[in-house]
């Protein structure tokens, strides 16, 4: 079975050579295999290239060349998923700028109409009583009426007036009966004070200006009738501040005075529950409306509509990259060779043109809806103004997704962020008052400087600058507008007048364009630093080393001196080793073996903290010693959590090695990695698919990603696709496709570029077996030229592809060899059935016996023998089945005569060998093996 499994696919020739070699012991013995190191590499086409000329062709690529073809490949990429997704795109840069101006517009035609209302229909509003003077007029002792002369009569009038004012003010108003120096101010507030006469009243007020705010001078004429006179003293300066000359105060007074008489007059007690009241209504003149100078509403509230306008393509931007991010697309794009500088000025230059319409947008319609801010303002200024403010955003969103793995947690992020942003915007930076307290010289200045580094800080500031001049402000008492002059260019170098210490709003745009240059610089650097999803990170001061910069040292690489760095690395027990992987080890410290890839004793240990050992670390490979020639394929089996993806990551340079190396056609994965990529091809368990985009646009991507010439790209498409049967799904979305489908295509991503190394791992899974037959074809015609290394858990997937196999098992190599050898090794050799007349049965089993002694009898049924032979009877093998052949009734030459009816050979599967191993590895035995996979 597993032995025919070849004929249904097209093999090359090595793979038979491979077959009549199947005793030999382990190494790779194919006679085929390429003589030299460097051996030369198929392509399609039958192009030979060597890996050397490959990374050659690779180094002659201009850096600048290289740099802007991957940036415009992925700024195309970019413009494709916002056009797919036109809708959510035409929304951010149109949509909600201009619904959030609409919203404003509303919000200040109904603010300007409620003014209007107010102007041409003045309310009418009851008299009030009198204010004490302190706490309205003033926070010191004061004196609230002076009086003279001191009667029965206008004490009795006054304390009328008191009761009735303390019903209007809800205070009372009480007679002091102090005798008050002319040359003091009272120690506390006084009510009503006698005077001896109103030359004391204009003395005292003269000498203690703003102390005193009434006086009453009674001069009763005796009657009948009476005829009551009075004068009135009242304190101007203190009602001017308040605004009220000749207006409340003073009438409250009068008309306090007048029902105090009136009741006096009439004999009203003064505590009467009916006194006699004047309740007097004032009301404006109504006005012409002045015309509209200014938006107090935009001016209010503008800075945090504008703001909420753009946080919609802030978190856009956390989202889309942290999604990424999470899938490992991003590391994706970088193993098959994206410069990470291009991916993030990618995303900068595709949310830039964003920020630039829906500035315009937003520009536009603030011009459109009328708004003074924008008519009277400089254009260049605003847009300038929104367009930095959008663009530091941008860079500060990257900054924050540096340190995010998960995409929720991005945006809730964007959230806090969101609505930090909003308090900032409308209770600071909302009004003059507030907004410009954090350059009150009484504020200390580092929150200030601190606050600068954030945009929306920045944004406030000149926000509130230009609203200043051009929207005009509203004068709270007045309920007037107060015009703008406008703002102009040359506005934003100078100081506002009435607050020279707050400086020009130029400062503010110098700031945003400092936030986009410093946030650019801290995602590049922590971009690096933090680890990424395979863990792998760079060291903090990683700019300071001269590798960084390409500058190397060594020029000649020495073999034998990299073998001999990584032989004593380790303290390494080796005495568990199987033979044949002892034997792999020695071939892997032998610098006379000739190998594409060679891997010597490679380590990783995943830490549970960046800084300290920890018994919880994962040792995940231990000690790993291979080598594989090229055109040869590498399958690497295990069960779960053996090791075999982390070594396929570590060797294509996603993950890091603790320690050890491995040497890829002579490239360091520890110092050469970019060469190592430029020749490298990966499929990793989990497909690195961009859900939006079609299988034809990946291939674009990452043929432009790898540098393939533009006229190349269609004819690789057509091949490629066709090669795995993806033709009709050619323009589809990657989202919609069948695991098996998208299995398919990440499989021929790896292979865009001809790479001469390509890692794949697990690449069949969830594929039908057609398909899979399909993709073993492919594989098995691209390898020539090249080294695959494959992880699976199809048995017979090894069998067919796998040149050499390995098994692993808690991180360490437990066999390696070809098929046949592990079959014959750990399978047990082969198993032979026999059928014969019920009456022969014993004859046969006597001729077994004697012919191979081996051979042990599992099972006896009416004719029916099974035998199983053991490795040790594969020289008999041959001479048994030439025997078998002649004495088959089947055959041709006297059927009647024979002693066989039926015949048949098995060789024992590859499944039991990998068993076996597995079984010997835990030392449970298999009811241990979920135990050791903790
Ligand atoms: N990023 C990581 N952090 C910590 N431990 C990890 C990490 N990645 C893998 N491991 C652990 O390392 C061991 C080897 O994992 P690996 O993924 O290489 O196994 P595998 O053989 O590929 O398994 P599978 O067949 O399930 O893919 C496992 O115990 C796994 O839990």
């Given at each position: 079975m597993a032995d025919n499994k070849l004929n249904k696919l097209t093999k090359s020739d090595n793979k038979s050579t491979k077959e009549t070699n199947n005793l030999s012991p382990n190494i790779d013995n194919d006679a085929a295999a390429s003589s030299t190191s460097l051996a030369t590499s198929v392509t399609s086409d039958n192009n030979f290239l060597t890996a050397e000329e490959v990374v050659k062709k690779a180094k002659n690529v201009s850096a600048f060349h290289l740099f802007f073809k991957q940036l415009w490949i992925m700024i195309k990429r970019n413009a494709i998923l916002q056009k797919r997704y036109y809708k959510s795109t035409i929304a951010q840069i149109i949509i909600c700028p201009i619904l959030f101006l609409l919203l404003l517009f509303i919000l200040q035609k109904s603010d300007n109409q409620q003014r209007l209302k107010s102007i041409l229909h003045p309310s009418s509003y009851p008299l009030n009583g009198v204010q004490h003077c302190q706490g309205f007029y003033t926070d010191s002792p004061c004196i609230n009426l002076m009086f003279t002369p001191d009667t029965v009569e206008n004490r009795a009038i006054l304390s009328i007036f008191a009761t009735n004012n303390e019903r209007r003010t809800g205070k009372p108003l009480a007679f002091s009966d102090v005798t008050l120096d002319i040359s003091k101010i009272p120690d506390e507030t006084l009510g009503m004070v006698p005077v001896a006469n109103p030359d004391f009243i204009y003395d005292y007020t003269l000498q203690h200006p703003n102390v005193t705010t009434f006086g009453i001078e009674f001069n009763s004429l005796a009657g009948p009738p009476i005829n009551y006179r009075y004068q009135i003293w009242f304190n101007s300066t203190l009602m001017a501040n308040d605004s009220d000359v000749f207006s409340e105060q003073v009438l409250a007074f009068q008309r306090g005075i007048d029902e105090a008489i009136i009741s006096f007059a009439s004999g009203e007690p003064a505590t009467s529950q009916t006194p006699v009241t004047f309740n007097i209504n004032l009301k404006d003149w109504p006005k012409v409306p002045p015309k509209q100078t200014g938006d107090p509403i935009v001016s209010q509230f503008g800075t945090m509509f504008f703001f909420c306008a753009n946080m919609i393509i802030f978190i856009s931007i956390l989202n889309t990259i942290v999604t990424e991010k999470e899938a490992k697309l991003k590391d994706s794009l970088i193993m098959m060779g994206l410069k990470i500088e291009v991916y993030w000025l990618s995303y900068f230059i595709s949310n830039a043109w964003l920020i630039a319409i829906c500035s315009l947008t937003t520009c536009l319609g603030g011009l459109a809806f009328g708004f003074f801010f924008f008519t009277n303002t400089n254009f260049a200024v605003v847009y300038i103004t929104f367009l930095l403010f959008g663009l530091a955003m941008i860079t500060f969103g990257f900054f924050i997704t540096t340190f995010c793995r998960h995409s929720r947690i991005a945006v809730l992020v964007g959230i806090f962020l969101f609505i930090i942003g909003l308090i900032f915007e409308s209770f600071v930076f909302s009004n003059t008052f507030i907004g410009y307290i954090w350059w009150?010289?009484?504020?200390?200045?580092a929150g200030r400087h601190i606050l600068m580094f954030i945009p929306f800080f920045n944004f406030g500031k000149i926000f509130l600058d230009i609203s200043n001049l051009a929207s005009g402000n509203l004068d709270e008492l007045t309920q007037t507008l107060i015009p703008g002059p406008g703002f102009k260019w040359n506005d934003l170098y100078k100081r506002i007048d009435d607050k020279p210490e707050v400086p020009a709003p130029i400062q503010s745009l110098y700031f945003l364009l400092m936030n986009i240059v410093f946030y650019s610089i801290l995602t590049w650097y922590f971009d690096k630093v933090i680890p990424n999803e395979y863990g792998n990170r760079r060291n903090p001061l990683f700019f300071l080393t001269p590798s960084y910069y390409g500058i190397k040292f060594k020029k000649n690489f020495n073999l034998q001196g990299w073998l001999n760095r990584h032989k004593n690395s380790n303290e390494i027990d080796y005495n568990d080793d199987d033979e044949d992987v002892a034997n792999e080890r020695t071939l892997a410290f032998n610098h006379e073996h000739d190998a594409a890839l060679r891997i010597c004793n490679l380590k990783k240990v995943y830490r549970q903290s960046l800084f300290i050992k920890s018994k919880l670390d994962k040792v995940a490979v231990k000690d790993l010693c291979l080598t594989l020639k090229e055109s040869k394929c590498l399958a690497l089996l295990g069960q779960n959590g053996a090791g075999k993806s982390t070594t396929i990551n570590i060797i294509s340079g996603a993950a890091r090695a603790t320690s050890g190396d491995a040497l890829l056609y002579g490239c360091s994965i520890k110092n050469d990695i970019s060469q190592i990529r430029t020749i490298m091809g990966v499929c990793p368990q989990?497909?690195?698919?961009?859900?939006?985009?079609t299988a034809k646009e990946h291939i674009e991507l990452y043929a432009g990603i790898k540098n393939i010439p533009t006229e190349e790209i269609k004819k690789l498409v057509d091949e490629r696709l066709a090669s795995v049967r993806l033709t009709k799904v050619a323009d589809k979305p990657a989202g919609g496709y069948s695991g098996g489908m998208k299995r398919r295509l990440s499989m021929i991503i790896a292979t865009i570029g001809d790479p001469k190394i390509l890692f794949l791992d697990e690449p069949t899974t969830g594929m039908d077996p057609v398909n899979r037959r399909y993709v073993w074809s492919f594989i098995e015609n691209f390898k020539r030229g090249r080294v695959i290394i494959l992880t699976t858990h199809s048995m017979e997937e090894a069998d067919v592809l796998g040149d050499r196999i390995c098994v692993m098992a808690h991180g360490k190599l437990r066999a390696i060899g070809n098929s046949i050898r592990l079959k014959n090794k750990f399978g047990g050799g082969y198993r032979i059935s026999l059928v014969t007349r019920t009456e022969d049965s014993a004859k046969l089993k006597q001729f077994m016996e004697n012919r191979i002694p081996e051979a042990t009898l599992e099972d006896d049924s009416a004719g029916s023998l099974l035998y199983e032979l053991p490795t040790s009877a594969l020289p008999n093998l041959p001479a048994l089945i030439k025997w078998l052949e002649e004495n088959?009734?089947?055959?041709?030459?006297?059927?009647?005569?024979?002693?066989?009816?039926a015949w048949g050979i098995s060789q024992k599967t590859l499944e039991e060998a990998f068993l076996r191993l597995i079984r010997d590895a835990n030392p449970g035995g298999y009811s241990g093996y979920e135990e050791n996979l903790k």
């Open positions: 009150d010289p009484k504020t200390n200045s989990h497909d690195i698919l961009f859900n939006d985009l088959d009734e089947r055959s041709i030459i006297e059927p009647d005569k024979k002693l066989i009816k």
